[in-house]
């Protein structure tokens, strides 16, 4: 919609009032028109548009500004008049320069790495418990594989959540997005563009592992790329409406180490099923802990998180519960040693302190736990 401009005389002179009209009727007829129709068509503007304020004055639709010694409205000259006018023209986004790759780092987010990396790792060692063999190639293959998943899940959340991300200095390493959009670094559109070509190279490799060594690398391929659709947008978006913890805990705690197996053993024959249940419960608690940071931005945009919904202290000790089942089943299906093992870090993130500080603590120490408990279980298996 373009900008409009009405004019205005003094309210308390007829005579401002009625010269105005008559100096301009194309004008106010054109305004009009457009205002009746708007009426008509009962439009109504989408949220994100920006608001345009329109300065107005007599120099609209090129009225001479040299206001003549006999003209009445010249001592009763209001000053400038504001109209809020929504623009579909308005960017959303301030308008990002050159992008560096110290920009793409920042939107990767490197050290969710690791989120993706152990569990995968626990399926391959969990492989060569059952099979006696190990392929270095495909070790590579499948780290190509979980940066790949990294990437498109990083960068299609960022998009996703583009309008409630806080950036700056108030998010984390782990939570609140990388910030890349809310601070102008890289354009909405480039990074959707590189989500599809990330999911894209995605595909590729699942189909060459499918054919190459495995069938069930596509469909767990395909279930990564359909569980972030399902927590991300529309028209589930469970992140939203709750449930995206338990998304999490299949995406990451059930699809990858079945992935890691397969691949390495060349089926899902003789996969120990009960390794799942630490897996997954870890990835539940991972969710919900780093979700913490971010629960005043998740209130504002009505997100329903663990945080949200029981509050942030509740939700750390529920997140504490959920890692110590972890461990407990990990002690039980699979490696005590391993279990003891991670349980240093979780005795230190029982001080439960107030504050963002505490709050950052609290994340690291529990995903250090996770991340313990894991490799520790698969190098206790491999070693």
């Given at each position: 919609?373009?900008?409009?401009?009405?004019?205005?005389?003094?309210?308390g002179d007829?005579?401002?009032?009625?010269?105005?009209?008559?100096?301009?009727?194309?004008?106010?007829?054109?305004?009009?028109?457009?205002?009746?129709?708007?009426?008509?068509?009962?439009?109504?503007?989408?949220?994100?548009?920006?608001?345009?304020?329109?300065?107005?004055?007599?120099?609209?639709?090129?009225?001479?500004?040299?206001?003549?010694?006999?003209?009445?409205?010249?001592?009763?000259?209001?000053?400038?008049?504001?109209?809020?006018i929504?623009?579909?023209d308005?960017?959303?986004?301030?308008?990002?320069?050159?992008?560096?790759?110290?920009?793409?780092?920042?939107?990767?987010?490197?050290?969710?790495q690791?989120?993706?990396?152990?569990?995968?790792?626990?399926?391959?060692?969990?492989?060569?418990?059952?099979?006696g063999?190990?392929?270095g190639?495909?070790?590579?293959?499948?780290?190509a594989?979980?940066?790949?998943?990294?990437?498109?899940i990083?960068?299609?959340?960022?998009?996703?959540?583009?309008?409630?991300?806080?950036?700056?200095?108030?998010?984390?390493?782990?939570?609140?997005?990388?910030?890349?959009?809310?601070?102008?670094?890289i354009?909405?559109?480039t990074?959707?563009?590189?989500?599809?070509?990330?999911?894209?190279?995605?595909?590729?490799l699942?189909?060459?592992?499918?054919?190459?060594?495995?069938v069930?690398?596509?469909?767990?391929?395909?279930?990564?790329?359909?569980?972030?659709?399902?927590?991300?947008f529309?028209?589930?978006?469970?992140?939203?409406?709750?449930?995206?913890?338990?998304?999490?805990?299949?995406?990451?705690?059930?699809?990858?180490?079945?992935?890691?197996?397969?691949?390495?053993?060349?089926?899902?024959?003789?996969f120990?099923?009960?390794a799942?249940?630490?897996?997954?419960?870890?990835?539940?608690?991972?969710n919900?802990?780093?979700?913490?940071?971010?629960?005043?931005?998740?209130?504002?945009?009505?997100?329903?998180?663990?945080?949200?919904?029981?509050?942030?202290?509740?939700?750390?000790?529920?997140?504490?519960?959920?890692?110590?089942?972890?461990?407990?089943?990990?002690?039980a299906?699979?490696?005590?040693?391993a279990?003891?093992?991670?349980?240093?870090?979780?005795?230190?993130?029982?001080?439960?302190?107030?504050g963002?500080?505490?709050?950052?603590?609290?994340?690291?120490?529990?995903g250090?736990?996770t991340?313990?408990?894991?490799?520790?279980?698969?190098?206790?298996?491999v070693?």
């Open positions: 919609m373009g900008q409009r401009a009405v004019a205005n005389g003094h309210p007829e005579r401002c009032g009625g010269d105005e009209h008559q100096r301009q009727p194309g004008f106010f007829q054109r305004v009009q028109a457009g205002e009746d129709r708007r009426q008509r068509l009962g439009a109504r503007r989408p949220l994100e548009e920006r608001l345009v304020v329109v300065v107005l004055d007599d120099r609209a639709e090129g009225v001479d500004r040299r206001a003549r010694p006999q003209d009445p409205c010249r001592n009763h000259r209001q000053p400038a008049h504001f109209l809020a929504p623009s579909l308005a960017p959303v986004q301030t308008p990002a320069g050159p992008v560096s790759l110290r920009h793409w780092i920042q939107a990767s987010r490197p050290l969710a690791a989120n993706l990396a152990a569990p995968t790792l626990l399926g391959q060692a969990l492989a060569y418990q059952a099979t063999r190990f392929s190639a495909l070790l590579g293959a499948l780290f594989w979980t940066v790949l998943d990294q990437l498109v990083v960068w299609a959340n960022d998009y996703a959540d583009r309008d409630h991300d806080i950036g700056g200095s108030a998010k984390t390493p782990f939570s609140g997005g990388s910030g890349v959009l809310v601070e102008g670094k354009r909405p559109r990074l959707r563009a590189a989500a599809l070509v990330a999911y894209g190279l995605l595909l590729a699942g189909v060459g592992l499918a054919l190459t060594r495995t069930w690398a596509l469909p767990l391929t395909l279930a990564a790329g359909a569980l972030l659709w399902a927590y991300s529309p028209p589930l978006r469970l992140s939203y409406r709750g449930g995206g913890e338990h998304l999490q805990g299949l995406g990451v705690g059930v699809v990858l180490p079945l992935l890691g197996y397969a691949v390495q053993a060349g089926t899902l024959a003789g120990p099923w009960l799942l249940v630490p897996t997954y419960l870890l990835a539940v608690a991972g919900v802990a780093t979700a913490l940071p971010d629960v005043g931005a998740d209130r504002k945009a009505r997100k329903r998180t663990w945080p949200v919904r029981y509050g942030p202290h509740k939700s750390r000790w529920l997140c504490l519960a959920l890692t110590v089942a972890g461990l407990g089943a990990v002690s299906f699979g490696n005590a040693i279990a003891m093992i991670a349980t240093a870090p979780l005795i230190l993130a029982l001080r439960l302190g107030r963002r500080p505490a709050v950052v603590r609290f994340i690291v120490l529990q250090a736990a991340q313990l408990a894991l490799l520790a279980w698969a190098a206790f298996i070693f």
